[in-house]
């Protein structure tokens, strides 16, 4: 198990070594009920609590009729009964010890009762007992095995999400899991009445396991103690905010009943610190992917390796469009090629297009040619076709470079599904267009172009 | 079987009953295996003659030492042997009145070899047969169960996809095979030393399984032309064409050996022609599968319902991004909507925002509600939970709708996945992210548009 990382007050709800859910239900489609389940099922290996009035046993564990009866201590507490029933309960949470607080619950200030969360907020101070939600979806967190939430995800990787939506959440979550790349944890903020964006912020830039965050907000609760925590994260962070127009603007301040803020400024602080900014839910995951694998590009220049030509040309359409450099090719290289064994209707140039009957073999080799005669600061490599045997080549050359190789793989029919299992189980995301590719590849090296700038050295790694 | 279409001189390639595969292999990983096997497998009900002068059997059918010795006709050939024994070939096959060959082969003009295609087609102008090809993946036409191309497709649709990528074609057709849409046919154009897009272009618009034409091009071999065939053309047509960067022109003159043509004035033409554009692989994608489900909103104001805020504020940020206006909603609609069964903890506003427990029912009570109180033009329905028989509530509703009604699920788990292949088991896309879904109502708005201009009336239905 890794080291567990600070700031404490946060430890006891991320590494709970016993859970309560408080409202456990044995009917199945009750959020109490799914709750327990995936807490179960997610492996959670702490002592589990379902407390239910009613008693019996749920999902073979015995009911306690209310958090009292409770032998022992208990670190969390997961409330899914109605708002009003929380409050008494936190009080009898905070005999047994717990210094967390999860509340899935709504029924506060997003239904109007402002002064019920307000009292919750006050309770939970004077107890010492830190909040999750109301009005949320829970926490996943794979490193404890803990996951508090729903959908159930167990596959434990490099990427951390809060949002402040448990939906784009649990989507984010949900293609890393089909993608093989799993997660390290998931926040669902909901009203974030006590613990904010900010706070998971701090939390995963301390968790080992974490390799990146992204992140779906609508506006920060404190924009100087945002900077503050953002600044000193050396791990990549993306942030992908709602509210760009203002139909946005609009939509937002009635979904979190506050004021977003200038997208503008916000934009000014992403730049300011090093954050990554994004446009689209599909965006927010292919960046995020993608970052803990590859390093940062030097400079801009691309080189596309491809068996299909169209896509290399849609490939460089898009390159152009995100600031990116096709590298150049001169004679000398363009005649190495030429006597290289690489297929003799090839067409030279960059896209270097091997064409449709393309071997895994021969990527490695024009990758091999472009480094020794004019090395490039990023590759993209695009299986066009069914091309046999690309993972097991490819992924270890991958893991070797010491630069960014994306892959894109398409048109490839029933094996292109294996291959692209095949380069995830090795940790390489693969893209399904080369325009996604390519729009990963130039966050990359924008988040490069940041590093490099001296004043900026403090947050990186 | 649909009745046939004009022009006839390509009846016999896509309505053949008789078909020969020259070169075709015992070896599994040979084209001329695999066409032979698609072909098969593809269900074709006609003759096959596989043509290998080693004779026996493959995949069970007798093979013929060459072409002269099939008994009686054959209609279409399929070339899967070294370029410069086509020609010969030729000849024999005019002699079994073919009027049609796919030449898979390469090694013509884009290794170079501009005579042997120059040639090639001399030679099949004076024995009067129509070429597709050289250098290219094949066709595939399920009105007539014919899969001479790979990846193996055969699930009948109304999606035609013409391009100048095999690649590209193969991954359009995957994705709509995969989920479950279908196609009409797919056409790998290769060299377009004979018949060219414009060609193909025809066929679709005549084809009555056809109900959209999507093309990746990276120019149009005659314009003139293709704005006569195009603007006859009642059936909506998305075009993603290449070469919009220096670069990528310069890459796109390389891949075809032709000048792309100037990028504006292709894009005058399109929106002269009513011809949709698109950016991506995935746009055109996205676009092509929603425009045969539903007719074009008669302005530009949209309604959103969702189960998910952050999800619906994307949408917003999207549609206000691509032009469409978000339904005002006055005081008399905010009570009903008050004061009807929907949850009481709803979020009243565009997007209406049902919340996390939404039930299906819900969807169409709030549809119903925007129909009586203040119509709006279009719809999209955000499901951002697992929200179980959304399809069996909608899918009949949206049916019967008169306007564009768009599905977008996300963040559902399991669920997900079982809901969405219902939707699309009706024919209804489901698109992955709100993004995605409010670009296509974008596009289908664009069109609407483009409709209601009466002076373009004469290309649409």
Known sequence: MQEKFEPNALQSIFWAQSIAVVGASSSPHKL?????????????????????????????????????????????????????????????????????????????????????????????????????????QG?????????????????????????????????????????GLGISGVISLGNQADLCETDFLEVFGQDQQTRVIAMYIEGVKDGRRFMQVASRISKPVIVLKSGRTP??????????????????????????????????????????RGLPVYTSPAG??????????GSGILAVDAAEKNGLHMAEMDDEMRTTLSQSALPKHMVIG?????????????????MQIFEHSQPSDMYLLIFGDPIPGSAERLAPVIGLMKK??????????????????????????????????????????????????????????
């Not at 999860?102 to 107890?127: C, H, K, M, P, Y």
């Not at 997208?263 to 954050?275: A, H, K, R, T």
């Not at 801009?300 to 491809?306: E, F, G, K, Q």
């Open 32 to 136: 109490g009920h799914i709750i327990l389940k995936n807490v179960l099922e997610g492996g959670f290996q702490g002592k589990i609590y379902p407390i239910n009035p009613g008693g019996g046993k749920i999902l073979g564990l015995d009911v306690f009729p209310n958090i009292e009866a409770i032998p022992g201590k208990c670190d969390l507490v997961i409330f899914c009964i109605p708002a009003h029933q929380v409050i008494p309960s936190m009080f009898a949470a905070a005999e047994k010890s717990a210094s967390g607080a999860i509340i899935i619950s709504g029924g506060f200030r997003e239904t109007g009762n402002q002064d019920l969360e307000t009292q919750l907020v006050e309770t939970a101070r004077q107890l010492h007992i830190r909040l999750v939600g109301p009005n949320c």
């Open 139 to 179: 926490i996943n967190f794979t490193p404890n095995r803990l996951c508090a939430s729903w959908p159930l995800f167990t596959r434990q990787g490099a990427l951390a999400v809060i949002s402040q939506s448990g939906t784009i959440a649990a989507a984010l979550a949900g293609w890393a899991e089909e993608d």
């Open 247 to 288: 139909g946005g603007v609009k939509a937002a301040a009635s979904h979190t009943k506050s004021l977003a803020g200038s997208d503008q400024v916000f934009s000014g602080i992403c730049n300011q610190l090093g954050i990554l900014r994004v446009e689209t839910i599909e965006e927010l995951y292919d960046v995020a």
């Open 300 to 309: 801009p220049r691309l080189a596309i390796i491809t068996s299909s030509g």
């Open 350 to 366: 960059n896209p270097l297009d091997l064409t449709g009957s393309a071997l895994s073999s021969e990527y490695v080799e024009a």
């Open 404 to 461: 960014p190789v994306a892959v894109c793989y398409l048109g490839g029919g029933n094996l292109q599904a294996e291959e692209t299992a095949r380069f995830q189980a090795e940790g390489i995301p693969v893209y399904a267009t080369p325009e996604r590719a390519v729009s990963f590849l130039a966050k990359l090296s924008q988040r490069g172009q940041r590093l490099q700038k001296p004043k900026e050295n403090c947050y990186e790694q």
